[in-house]
């Protein structure tokens, strides 16, 4: 059983690639929620058991897209029962603009973690925001909540940025050490 899931919505593959990546540097079981917003009962129990859960979602006019949401509510059974209490948790996103309101799904990641009383761990990245700095660089887009991409609306997901998916897997990382910890 997998310590570590990553559960997710990907409306064209680019978040899908990004869920990969951090699942590969968290050696995460990897959930996707499906395009009418649901997992199935073995995946709800993945997530019980998990000692962390990471959130992705691609940013849909400024917050996660509504299969994600879907998924959020049905999780007020574990909410109820705080089955989730004390996990560690995380989040990540994906937008077609640098700044595509990211932040705002990140956000909505950390208040579903809060409200299940969860423990959230930022990427401790530093960004790529000197001179020098180029587009392949980690932590180029900046986020120190979550993991965040950039991915021109015109691209297909196999031409996701490089520094983004290095960026995803250094999180995941970074979240399993914690797992580890505990």
Same mark, same amino acid.
């Given at each position: 059983?997998?310590?570590?899931?990553?559960?997710?919505?990907?409306?064209?593959?680019h978040?899908?690639?990004q869920?990969? @990546?951090?699942? /590969? &540097?968290? +050696?995460?079981?990897? #959930?996707?929620?499906?395009?009418e917003g649901?997992?199935?009962?073995?995946?709800?129990?993945?997530?019980?058991n998990?000692?962390a859960?990471?959130?992705?979602s691609?940013?849909?006019?400024?917050?996660?897209?509504?299969?994600?949401?879907?998924?959020?509510?049905?999780?007020?059974k574990?909410?109820?029962?705080?089955?989730?209490?004390?996990?560690v948790?995380?989040?990540?996103?994906?937008? @077609?603009t640098? /700044? &595509?309101? +990211?932040?705002?799904? #990140?956000?909505y990641?950390?208040?579903?973690?809060?409200?299940?009383?969860?423990?959230?761990?930022?990427?401790?990245?530093?960004?790529?925001?000197?001179?020098?700095?180029?587009?392949?660089?980690?932590?180029?887009?900046?986020?120190?909540?979550?993991?965040?991409?950039q991915?021109?609306?015109?691209?297909?997901?196999?031409?996701?940025?490089?520094?983004d998916?290095?960026?995803?897997?250094?999180?995941?990382?970074?979240?399993?050490?914690?797992?580890e910890?505990?």
């Open positions: 059983m997998s310590k570590v899931v990553v559960v997710y919505h990907s409306g064209y593959g978040t899908k690639k869920a990969e @990546a951090i699942a /590969n &540097g968290a +050696k995460a079981a990897l #959930i996707a929620i499906d395009a649901n997992i199935s009962e073995e995946e709800w129990q993945l997530l019980d998990a000692k859960i990471i959130f992705g691609p940013t849909y006019m400024g917050t996660v897209s509504w299969q994600f949401k879907k998924f959020a509510d049905a999780s007020s574990a909410w109820f029962t705080q089955k989730w209490k004390d996990k948790f995380g989040g990540f996103t994906n937008s @077609a640098m /700044n &595509g309101d +990211k932040h705002s799904t #990140i956000h990641f950390i208040t579903l973690a809060m409200q299940h009383s969860g423990i959230w761990v930022g990427t401790g990245l530093m960004p790529s925001n000197a001179k020098n700095a180029n587009r392949d660089d980690i932590n180029f887009v900046g986020s120190f909540a979550g993991a965040m991409m991915t021109p609306s015109d691209a297909s997901s196999d031409e996701v940025n490089s520094g998916l290095e960026t995803a897997r250094l999180y995941g990382q970074r979240i399993m050490t914690f797992v910890k505990n």
